[in-house]
């Protein structure tokens, strides 16, 4: 028999994995002939698993993907496009975000920089690691703006970027940067090295990142605290995965 008293307790704790589970078990007389440990333990397999489930939700939403249907099983290894396909599957297992490194995708435009990062970010997710996806032309729109501003933002939009497991940067450094814009990816990688892991997507393979850093101090201390502890995967290919795949706006 159902206690409506208990099922309103558990709803109260916000425990609904365990109330649903609970109130199925009290109209199921199946479980009835089951010991109480037993039953019980089935409550709590529901309530995790209730629980991991809006985790990685509420995980993918936060992690501001473009393609979320991208995925590490979709990968297409073609000769031409040279991609290493145990590596990738061995940095897919999050060995690089224990380990707080680093990934550099590099290669043209449409070559699938884009749908490997998010398929990295999926995966991630999967394993219940904090993402965050942005262009680096955005981010440093708005820590610009943010530290301009008197009012402590900047700090607040500051952790927003050096908080999480694993930060996507796209497009990075597509254009040249300000001495102040690389003031601040100083800042980012400094506050990350060694402690969080980021995945790096350009155009511009890195022995060329000091030139659209321009300040030649600051371009050294970011590379040194990036190339070293880092995976590189140059994307290749007659055919694009933009192409192959039908997908638009990836890079």
């Known amino acids: 028999m ?20 609970y109130k199925e078990q009290a109209l199921n007389r199946e479980f009835q002939k089951m010991s109480f440990e ?5 409550l709590v397999d529901v309530e995790q698993s209730r629980r991991q489930t809006n985790k990685l939700q509420r995980l993918i939403k936060s992690a501001t993907f473009i393609n979320s249907k991208a995925s590490i099983e979709d990968i297409e290894y073609h000769e031409d496009r040279k991609l290493e396909k ?10 690089y975000i224990h380990d707080n490194h680093n990934i550099i995708l590099k290669g043209p435009t449409g070559s699938g920089k ?19 996806y942005i262009r680096l032309p955005e981010l440093l729109d708005e820590l610009s703006l943010a530290k301009l501003a008197a009012d402590g933002s900047y700090r607040k939009c500051f952790k927003k970027y050096t908080k ?13 940067l300000t001495t102040d814009e690389a003031a601040i990816l100083l800042e980012i990688t400094e ?3 060694k402690v969080a892991s980021t995945v790096f997507c350009s155009q511009i393979d890195p022995n060329g990142w000091h030139l659209k850093l321009g300040n030649e101090t600051i371009a050294e201390a970011i590379l040194d605290r990036i190339i070293h502890d880092s995976y590189q995967i140059l994307i290749d ?6 192409e192959s795949h039908g ?3 990836e890079s």
Not at 86 to 95: Q, R, V
Not at 114 to 132: D, E, G, H
């Open 2 to 21: 159902m206690n409506e008293q208990t099922l309103t307790k558990l709803h109260e704790m916000k425990l609904s994995g365990k109330a649903e589970a």
């Open 38 to 42: 037993d039953r019980f333990s089935l």
């Open 86 to 95: 145990d590596l990738i599957l061995k940095l897919a297992s999050g060995t």
């Open 114 to 132: 884009t749908f490997l990062a998010t398929a990295f970010r999926v995966s991630a997710c999967r394993q219940y690691y904090k993402v965050k």
């Open 164 to 176: 999480v497991d694993l930060l996507i940067l796209d497009e990075w450094l597509l254009t040249d």
């Open 191 to 193: 506050a990350r090295h």
């Open 237 to 242: 290919g007659e055919i694009s995965m933009r």
């Open 247 to 249: 997908l638009s706006g």
